[in-house]
């Protein structure tokens, strides 16, 4: 198992702004073309006052690596199952893959707070897990250079989504 972080600063005038952003579909539009998502479709939503959970699936069009290739049954297929808690400014989300269903998973959470006047911290924590042998910790470590990419690419794209639509 190995463990990640990755903050970032936005402009931005407000945690609720912020969160407007990442629950626009416009803006999640914008992020999985930058991402290489060829199709996202959010299953169920279920929103009260303080918490919203959805589960969300992704269908990226990016090739595995060759090491990988051989596991892959057809697309490479995400679920996101999501858990927002509305007044702890807190998003919980397990992912799970179709390529290893049981024998891997992303936990993470997102925390984003002011950080000042006009900006605001995003933080996302987590641990990526594969249990598979001979290769696991291989997935492991290619799993978080992916993900550190896409977090910088969707921290750029989120920017610009804020800037044009605070």
């Known amino acids: ?95 799970t893959n179709s390529m290893f269903p049981n024998r891997s998973e992303i936990k993470g959470e997102y925390i984003v707070e002011s950080a000042g006047a006009g900006k605001v911290k995003r933080t996302y924590t987590g641990t990526v897990s594969v249990t598979v042998p001979l290769i696991g910790k291989r997935v492991e470590k290619w799993v978080l250079v992916d993900l550190e990419k896409s977090m910088n690419t969707g921290a750029s794209v989120t920017q610009k989504w804020l800037d044009g639509n605070q």
């Open 1 to 95: 198992m190995l463990a990640y972080r990755f903050e970032h600063i936005f402009n931005c005038d407000s945690v609720e702004n912020y969160w407007k952003a990442y629950f626009s579909s416009e803006m999640q539009d914008k992020l999985d073309n930058a991402l290489g998502i060829g199709s996202t479709e959010i299953l169920n939503v279920v929103d009260s006052e303080d918490v919203m959970t959805r589960t969300v699936v992704k269908v990226p069009n990016r090739q595995l690596p060759s090491f990988l290739k051989k596991f892959a049954n057809g697309k490479l297929v995400f679920t996101q199952n999501q858990r927002f808690r509305k007044p702890e400014n807190r998003i919980t989300i397990d992912v």
